[in-house]
């Protein structure tokens, strides 16, 4: 997939959270704790609340960390820590305009835990529920049927209620809690529910068939802390066949004007990336157009849209591709005119993608078409790490750099290694082309006249 390095999953959804630098208003969070306990993770906090910015790395010295965090609207945050392959994450309150926050980090069962006063005792408790429930989940999932599952994804609510009925917690807290309960359900459900078979005339299986929605509850920005926050809101509704229809019910469901947006958002989103651009691109482009017009929207929708022609067999190379060579300078895919070229999309931190770099190497060597030429292009943000993995993985040849991302996006690619064949007119021969360790990929290249 199109991801980068350690503990970069861990921080996705913590990324999206983090305030502007310029934020008058910081909170001095201090967070004692056993240093053995800790030993070998990185810790980091962000508030829920904010969007953009980096998140702010806390500072182990002696047997506390601690750092300086923009001020959540509020009062909600999110501690995340990572070692090696074992990630943590709880959440903690502060009250807005407090200036310094001390709360004692612990671990129940490997869970953590930051205790201090009512509010974070219920989160805490909350994420050892959390903790143990998806963990049965993960365990069972190959044997769960729907009626088990449905009792699980029902207790993350029951298990809420119980906490929020013992602690007494403020507003904002209860809120935060009910919708974690509501979240969880559904990742829990995405775990174990798809994969479950049923009779093929009771169709597939909805997380509205086993959890009961309170589609209120979750009419919140709230719900976009949680990084299946878009996924979740959708699943509640009624699935409808055609873009517009799906926009209506989002209108007609949600009365919040972030939540429709984010919404409208996510599902213009999922439609340009799955329409099949070569089956109807008239019909999609026009339908894209007549969603912007109606709700609103960007026209960056619609030049997107557009710029996905390049997925459509006889089209050019996306002239947006900003390439360089190893040494820094442009490289002009035109220049290749004349000869087939079968493009390997890579990058330095997929596993999968070097995988496929002894297969490319072998079929190099032993391509016996001299009209065809073979070209990697990375997508690594920076020449570093590129030239790293090249040198490690003896790789030759014609080696191109991609550093914006503009050849996959053009492209509507989504995930990588990704394969590609250009025709010796520099027009898209084959999209998502057989990778090199494929058997039939040698001798489609050898056939190429």
């Not at 921080?11 to 967070?31: D, H, K, N, W």
């Not at 070998?40 to 601690?66: C, D, I, K, N, W």
């Not at 909805?206 to 990084?227: C, H, I, Q, R, W």
């Not at 020449?383 to 191109?400: H, I, T």
Request: aromatic share 10%; with cysteine.
């Amino acid at each position: 997939m199109i991801m980068t390095h350690k503990i970069r999953c861990v921080l996705a959804a913590c990324a999206l959270m983090v305030g502007s630098p310029l934020l008058a208003q910081t909170l001095r969070v201090e967070v004692p704790c056993d240093p053995s306990a800790v030993a070998g993770f990185e810790f980091y906090a962000a508030p829920m609340s904010h969007t953009g910015g980096t998140p702010v790395r806390l500072v182990l010295q002696g047997r506390q960390l601690s750092g300086d965090l923009p001020e959540a609207a509020d009062g909600l945050y999110n501690l995340y820590g990572a070692s090696g392959s074992m990630q943590v994450q709880v959440p903690f309150f502060v009250p807005k305009g407090a200036k310094k926050a001390r709360l004692r980090l612990s671990f129940r069962d490997k869970c953590p835990q930051l205790g201090s006063g009512a509010d974070n005792a219920a989160l805490s408790a909350y994420n050892y529920v959390v903790w143990n429930r998806q963990r049965e989940v993960w365990m069972k999932a190959d044997v769960m049927t729907p009626e088990l599952l449905g009792t699980l994804l029902k207790s993350y609510r029951l298990s809420a209620d119980s906490v929020l009925q013992r602690y007494r917690t403020t507003p904002s807290v209860s809120r935060y809690i009910r919708l974690w309960a509501d979240q969880t359900a559904y990742v829990s459900f995405s775990m174990a529910g798809r994969g479950m078979k049923r009779t093929p005339s009771a169709g597939p299986l909805k997380f509205t068939d086993l959890y009961p929605v309170e589609v209120g509850n979750m009419d919140t920005e709230m719900a976009f802390y949680f990084s299946s926050g878009a996924r979740c809101l959708m699943a509640a509704l009624r699935p409808q066949p055609q873009l517009g229809a799906m926009m209506d019910e989002v209108g007609q469901s949600y009365r919040n004007r972030t939540v429709r947006t984010r919404l409208y958002d996510h599902i213009l989103n999922n439609y340009l990336s799955r329409f099949d651009y070569a089956a109807d691109y008239a019909n999609g482009l026009a339908t894209v157009r007549d969603v912007v017009s109606r709700y609103g929207l960007s026209e960056d929708y619609v030049k997107q849209f557009e710029s996905h022609k390049s997925t459509i067999g006889g089209q050019p190379f996306p002239t947006s591709a900003k390439l360089v060579d190893a040494e820094g300078r442009p490289v002009d895919f035109g220049n290749l005119k004349g000869y087939y070229v079968y493009i390997d999309l890579w990058a330095s931190w997929c596993v999968p993608c070097r995988k496929e770099t002894p297969y490319l190497q072998r079929l190099g060597k032993e391509l016996k078409n001299p009209l065809v030429k073979i070209v990697s292009i990375s997508i690594d943000r920076t020449e570093q790490p590129w030239k790293k993995a090249m040198a490690q993985l003896g790789s030759d040849g014609l080696q191109w750099l991609n550093a914006d991302n503009s050849l996959a996006e053009a492209l509507n690619i989504k995930g990588i290694p990704f394969f590609l064949i250009y025709d010796r007119n520099g027009k898209l021969l084959k999209y998502d082309a057989p990778r090199p360790s494929e058997p039939q990929l040698k001798a489609c290249l050898e056939n190429l006249k």
